[in-house]
């Protein structure tokens, strides 16, 4: 029962991962590409990771990859604002009108 | 196949249309955007094998990466930015 639920959540997460990568194709201008890869991207990290734990039971293991997931939640963010900060400061335009 | 080993070879074809991305990216920073996207998918990647061979301590390596990855994507970021000059 338990691994029926993990693999439900990582059939979840994988599926967020697609919507990502549509979204970076999708999107036209850079900053709403970042801003939903980067948002998605989390999300589907954060899912899996608590799948494979599930998964892993209750182990070291699984300590291990909550404090991955803790790692990557912490820094995730923090590069992808590093990234648009950059974008920004060195004058790449953002347009006003809302892009289709 | 198994269900882990599809979420695996999943994963690889994920990572090959962000590199599709990072080959097209009209911007530097569309690279690093996506760059960053392939190294938590890595990261992922990582795990999965290391729970289908049973292996825990592949789990350290995938924790190195993410943080070796955010460093260097923030430093490229801060090297764009600054034009080349670090200090």
């Keep these: ?3 029926l639920l993990a693999y439900l ?3 979840i997460a994988l599926i967020f991962m697609a919507l ?10 850079f900053y709403s590409r970042i801003l939903i890869s980067a948002k998605i991207e989390t999300v589907g990290f954060l899912t899996i990771m608590i799948g494979f734990t599930i998964l892993s039971g209750l182990s070291y293991a699984a300590m291990k990859i909550l404090l991955i997931t803790l790692m990557v939640m912490i820094t995730n ?3 992808t604002h590093a990234i648009a900060r950059s974008a920004f400061l ?7 009108e809302p892009r289709r | 196949m198994t ?3 599809t979420a695996l070879f999943v994963i690889a074809i994920y990572i090959a249309l962000v590199l599709v991305r990072v080959i097209l990216g009209p911007t530097i920073w569309d690279r690093l955007l996506g760059l960053n996207a392939i190294s938590a998918k890595i990261i992922m990647s990582i ?4 729970i289908i061979t049973e292996q825990p301590y592949l789990l350290d390596v995938a924790l190195v990466y993410a943080l070796l990855g955010f460093i260097g994507t923030v430093l490229i970021a801060r090297f764009i930015e600054k034009k080349g000059d670090i200090s």
């Design chain 1, 1 to 3: 029962m338990i691994d």
């Design chain 1, 77 to 79: 963010p923090l590069s």
């Design chain 1, 9 to 11: 959540l990582i059939t």
């Design chain 1, 90 to 96: 060195s004058g790449y335009p953002i347009n006003q």
């Design chain 2, 47 to 50: 795990v999965i094998f290391s």
């Design chain 2, 3 to 5: 269900f882990l080993e």
């Design chain 1, 20 to 29: 990502g990568v549509i979204g970076l194709f999708r999107f036209k201008d």
